[in-house]
C-alpha cells in the first residue's frame, strides 16, 4: 500500500515536456570565489541536500611519474587504435599537463590523455566541480589494486591532490572503498588501510580537511559491493564484521553502503539473504546500483516501482537513502563488442534529468551521481570530446556526446539538478535548457 501510495506522485516518471513548468531560472557557471569556513572547521555536516559523484581517479599515462604505463586506458597491455578499454574521450583542452598517445584524429593530429596522477589535473576537476556547482566527489579505492604497492601509491597520491583541490574549493570528499575483486581476507586490510588513511591524511582533523564528509555527526565512509549475487568471493557476513568494526563501540564513522538495485525484494541482482536488510540496518545510508538496470523508456516501469517503495523502507528503519542517477552508458571497447557502444544513450541530457527529476520528486534528500570521470563505461559526467571530434580506432570507435552541446554540458546539467537539491526554486520534470 506504501508503494501505491508514493506512486500516486510520481506523474513525471512518464516523462513529457509537455505543460511542463516553463520558469526554470538558468544560469552559467560562476567564477572560482574563495572558500569560507564556519567556527566549527567543518564545512559539509550532513549528505543530504548534496549531489556527490563518484570520482574513479584510477588513470595513468606513460610518462607521468606513476610508473604504470596506460593503465585503465590500454586493452590487453596496448593503447593504440584497436586496442582501448575507454569508449569515451576526455576533452583535455583545459588541462596544464597531457600526454601523446598513438591515437590520431582525421587529420593526423596526435591525441591526447591525462592523468590524475598529476595534481594539476585533480585541480581542474575539483575547479569544475565549484564552477558548476556540483558539491563534491567519493574517491573511489579499489581494494584490489590498493593492496599492491603501485596501487596503493598511485590512490595515495590521488588521493592527496584531491584533498588539497576539494580544501582550495570547498567540495565535499569522502572515501568509498569498492570491493569487486575482494574476497573474506581483505576485510581486514580494509579496516587496516582505513585507519591508515586516517593517520597518514589527517582526514578528521577539522582544521587539516575541513571538507571531508560527515553525516550524523560522524565522519562518513562508503563501503560498495553489498549483497550482489555475481559470485563474490566474500559473504554479507563478511560485510557484516567489516561495518562493525569500521563503526567501532563509539561508532567513530557513519557508514554508506552500495548495494544491488533490488536489495529491498531481494531479487534479480541482490543475494537472496534476508542478512543484507540487517547489515543495512547497522548503515547510515544506502546507495543502490542502478547503472544499466534500466534505459530512458523502462526507466518508468523499473524506478517507478522501486524508487517509493526504497524511500519508505528507508525512512521506516531510519535510515537515509541516496539514489543513483548516471548519464548514459557504453562499453563497446571494453567488452570488444560494437554492439555495445552508446548501450544507454544519453539523448543530450534527457535520460539523467530522467532521473534527478525522478529522485527530487519522490522525496530523496541526496543523490549519487556515476560517475566524474568513468570513461571506460561512458558514464564520465566531465568534459568529454563531442561526435565528429573524436580520434580513430582501426574498425572500432569512440562515443561522443552530442556534437551540438558544449562538452561540459553534463557537468553543467548536474549542477542543475544540485541546485534543486540545495533548495532552489523552478525545476521541475523538464529538463532545463542551457542558454546558447
Known amino acids: 500500500m506504501k508503494i501505491l501510495k508514493f506512486l500516486t506522485l510520481l506523474p513525471f516518471l512518464s516523462f513529457s515536456c509537455d505543460g ?28 543530504k541536500g548534496l ?31 584497436g586496442a582501448a578499454s575507454i569508449d569515451f574521450w576526455p576533452d583535455v583542452t583545459d588541462y596544464p599537463k597531457t ?29 569544475w566541480m565549484k564552477e ?23 590512490f595515495n597520491k590521488v588521493l592527496a591532490n584531491a584533498l588539497k583541490a576539494s580544501k582550495k574549493y570547498g567540495r565535499a570528499i569522502s572515501i568509498m572503498y569498492d570491493l569487486s575483486g575482494s574476497n573474506t581476507a581483505d576485510m581486514d586490510f580494509i579496516a587496516k588501510d582505513w585507519e591508515e588513511l586516517q593517520s597518514t591524511f589527517k582526514l578528521f582533523d577539522n582544521k587539516e580537511n575541513p571538507q571531508y564528509l560527515r553525516h550524523n555527526g560522524r565522519p562518513l565512509l562508503a563501503i560498495w559491493g553489498v549483497g550482489f549475487n555475481d559470485g563474490r568471493k566474500y559473504s554479507i557476513a563478511d560485510i557484516q564484521k567489516l561495518v562493525e568494526k569500521v563503526k567501532g563501540p563509539t561508532k567513530k564513522a557513519s557508514i554508506l553502503l552500495g548495494v544491488p538495485y533490488y536489495w529491498r525484494t531481494l531479487g534479480n541482482d541482490t543475494e537472496n539473504s534476508t542478512l543484507l536488510h540487517t547489515v543495512i540496518k547497522s548503515a547510515d545510508v ?40 548516471f548519464p548514459g552508458f557504453s562499453w563497446g571497447n571494453l567488452k570488444n563488442d560494437k554492439s555495445l557502444y552508446n548501450q544507454i544513450p544519453r539523448g543530450r541530457g534527457d535520460f539523467l534529468w530522467q532521473q534527478i527529476a525522478g529522485a527530487k520528486l519522490s522525496g530523496a534528500e541526496a543523490l549519487y551521481v556515476a560517475m ?11 568534459k568529454c570530446k563531442r561526435e565528429g571530434e573524436l580520434p580513430e580506432n582501426a574498425d572500432g570507435k569512440f562515443v561522443g556526446i552530442e556534437g551540438d552541446l558544449k562538452t561540459d554540458h553534463y557537468l553543467w546539467l548536474t549542477g542543475q539538478g544540485a541546485k534543486w537539491f540545495h533548495g532552489e526554486s523552478g525545476f521541475s520534470a523538464k529538463k532545463p535548457e542551457r542558454p546558447l
Request: aromatic content about 14%.
Open 132 to 154: 558548476h556547482g556540483i558539491d563534491g566527489v567519493y574517491m573511489q579505492r579499489f581494494v584490489s589494486e590498493v593492496k599492491g604497492e603501485s596501487g596503493k601509491r598511485h
Open 286 to 325: 544506502i546507495m543502490p546500483w542502478a547503472v544499466g538496470r534500466y534505459n530512458s523508456t523502462s526507466y518508468t516501469s523499473v524506478a517507478g516501482t522501486h524508487l517509493p517503495g526504497d524511500i519508505a523502507w528507508c525512512k521506516a528503519n531510519n535510515l537515509d537513502y541516496a539514489p543513483l542517477v
Open 51 to 81: 549531489v556527490m559523484a563518484g570520482y574513479q581517479g584510477w588513470f595513468t599515462a606513460e610518462g607521468d611519474g606513476a610508473e604504470r604505463g596506460w593503465h585503465h586506458y590500454q586493452k590487453n597491455g596496448k593503447f593504440e587504435p
Open 372 to 382: 566524474f570521470d568513468e570513461v571506460d563505461e561512458g558514464t564520465a559526467i566531465f
Open 99 to 127: 600526454y601523446k598517445t598513438a591515437f590520431k584524429y582525421k587529420n593526423q593530429e596526435a591525441a591526447h590523455v591525462y592523468s590524475p596522477y598529476d595534481e594539476e589535473s585533480v585541480d581542474l576537476h575539483f575547479k
Open 20 to 47: 511542463a513548468d516553463e520558469s526554470i531560472q538558468i544560469t552559467e557557471p560562476k567564477p572560482v570565489e574563495e572558500v569560507k569556513y564556519d567556527d566549527t572547521g567543518v564545512l559539509f555536516k550532513s549528505y
